[in-house]
């Protein structure tokens, strides 16, 4: 460990469901300089330093124990300068608890590809084509030494290397950040994926040379965690091999703290993969499933050995009236709505539904007011959350199998 303001603590472990499997799920508690998070847990995302339409001191009362924000939309608005003036992005946002930041290569690297909301695949897809391919004509550029890429709001060029990822992330100042890497896609053929590996595996050993000068050079800043980010597509060789390494990997004591999971992966397969990662990965670190959060997939990566999750979905698809019920999703602007006085989800505990009828919320998205947004947003991030929360409630008392089974027959029953 590089600093004792930074721990993980297994607590529990999921008893594995009757195979010779070894069990790799487990309950437990990161500590950060601002805070513990009990795991798993689904962390909130908070893209440009606030959950959109959500107050954070509404965040804190519907359970989210840490808010993750995003350093490429921090970069280009406000400036990390100015967040670092403020103290970091918890005291710039009045955020308390604990944050992360990603590393922003995900969405440079989106920006070259444009499968920003695609991280959980479907399989129906083909491998031909080198998607992120050096020298195309698209927003984002890869080469060995980093990423070049045209801003978003104003199309101005920007480079992010392993370096200014690291620079920009500490002065964001979150409890967690990312190693930079490249983000692959399942259309990437298995040739590109190993030459990206490399460079990730190469970018993640320059990320701990200079996260630990930075460490060293701020060190009247709150210490911050450094996660490796693990690539390999679909392949189970380039997962293991991943893992290893980036486990393996010390600069003059410089260690990751625990690892993203990260970059494309097909859903059929996605338990399967993020298994052949955490058998390999040492249990004393946290694992990080980057931008996943369908209650299944939460499942499958909780039992796999997963400790916490990010996804924008519960938040994006509020502010479309999507919302989370025990018996799955609806759109709460359909006509059935338009005389229910009761809550969204009678056995929900938010805010919204502890005070709100679903014909109130629905009448607010046809009427296309703001606190619409408001209101569902804090039910499916509080639905969301609490899904977690009652996983690790039942890992602990041995019950996540029936609990599993019970709520995805239900929710996906329609
Ligand atoms: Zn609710």
């Known amino acids: 460990m590089n600093s004792p303001a930074f721990s993980f603590t297994e607590q529990a472990t999921l008893a594995s469901a009757g195979s010779s499997g070894p069990a790799l799920g487990r309950a437990g508690q990161i500590s ?24 954070p001191e509404s965040m804190k009362d519907l359970g989210a124990q840490a808010i993750l924000a995003n350093a490429y939309h921090l970069y280009l608005q406000p400036g990390p300068e100015i967040v670092d003036e403020a103290g970091g992005v918890g005291s710039f946002m009045n955020w308390a608890g604990p944050t992360f930041t990603d590393s922003g290569g995900f969405q440079v690297l989106s920006l070259g590809v444009g499968f920003k909301k695609v991280i959980a695949m479907d399989t129906q897809t083909f491998r031909s084509d080198e998607v992120i391919a050096e020298g195309k004509d698209r927003l984002a550029h890869v080469d060995d030494d980093g990423v070049t890429f045209k801003s978003h709001l104003d199309g101005s060029m920007h480079r ?14 979150a409890d967690i950040i990312f190693a930079f890497d490249e983000c692959t896609t399942l259309h990437n053929t298995r040739s590109y994926q190993e030459r990206s590996l490399e460079r990730t595996r190469l970018w993640a050993k320059r990320c701990l040379v200079e996260h630990g000068r930075l460490t060293e050079a701020r060190s009247h800043r709150p210490y ?16 293991r091999k991943a893992a290893k390494d980036l486990a393996g990997l010390d600069e003059d004591g410089i260690t990751f703290d625990g690892f993203g999971l990260g970059g494309a992966l097909d859903k059929a397969e996605l338990g399967t993969i993020v298994g052949w990662m955490c058998e390999e990965l040492p249990r004393n670190k946290p694992r990080h499933l980057l931008g996943i959060g369908e209650p299944d997939d ?10 916490t999750f990010d996804c924008v979905a519960p938040s994006r698809q509020a502010r479309t009236s999507a919302v989370f019920t025990d018996s799955g999703r609806v759109n709460l602007t359909n006509t059935r709505y338009a005389r229910d006085f009761s809550p969204i989800d009678a056995n929900c505990d938010c805010y919204t539904c502890a005070n709100y009828t679903a014909a109130y919320v629905s009448h607010l998205f046809r009427a296309k007011e703001m606190s619409a947004a408001t209101l569902a947003t804090i039910h499916n991030e509080r639905y969301i959350v609490r899904l977690v929360e009652r996983m690790r409630a039942s890992i602990i008392d041995g019950s996540f199998y029936d609990f599993k089974t019970e709520f995805l027959g239900r929710f996906y029953s329609a």
């Open 32 to 55: 950060t300089p601002h805070g513990v998070i009990q795991t798993p847990a689904f962390i909130p995302v908070g893209t440009k330093a606030t959950v959109k339409s959500v107050l």
């Open 160 to 173: 992010f290397t392993p370096e200014v990822s690291m620079q920009v992330q500490h002065q964001l100042g």
């Open 224 to 239: 911050q965690a450094l996660f490796g980010v693990l690539q390999g597509a679909q392949y189970e060789d380039l997962r």
């Open 298 to 307: 939460l499942f499958v990566g909780v039992e796999n050995g997963a400790d």
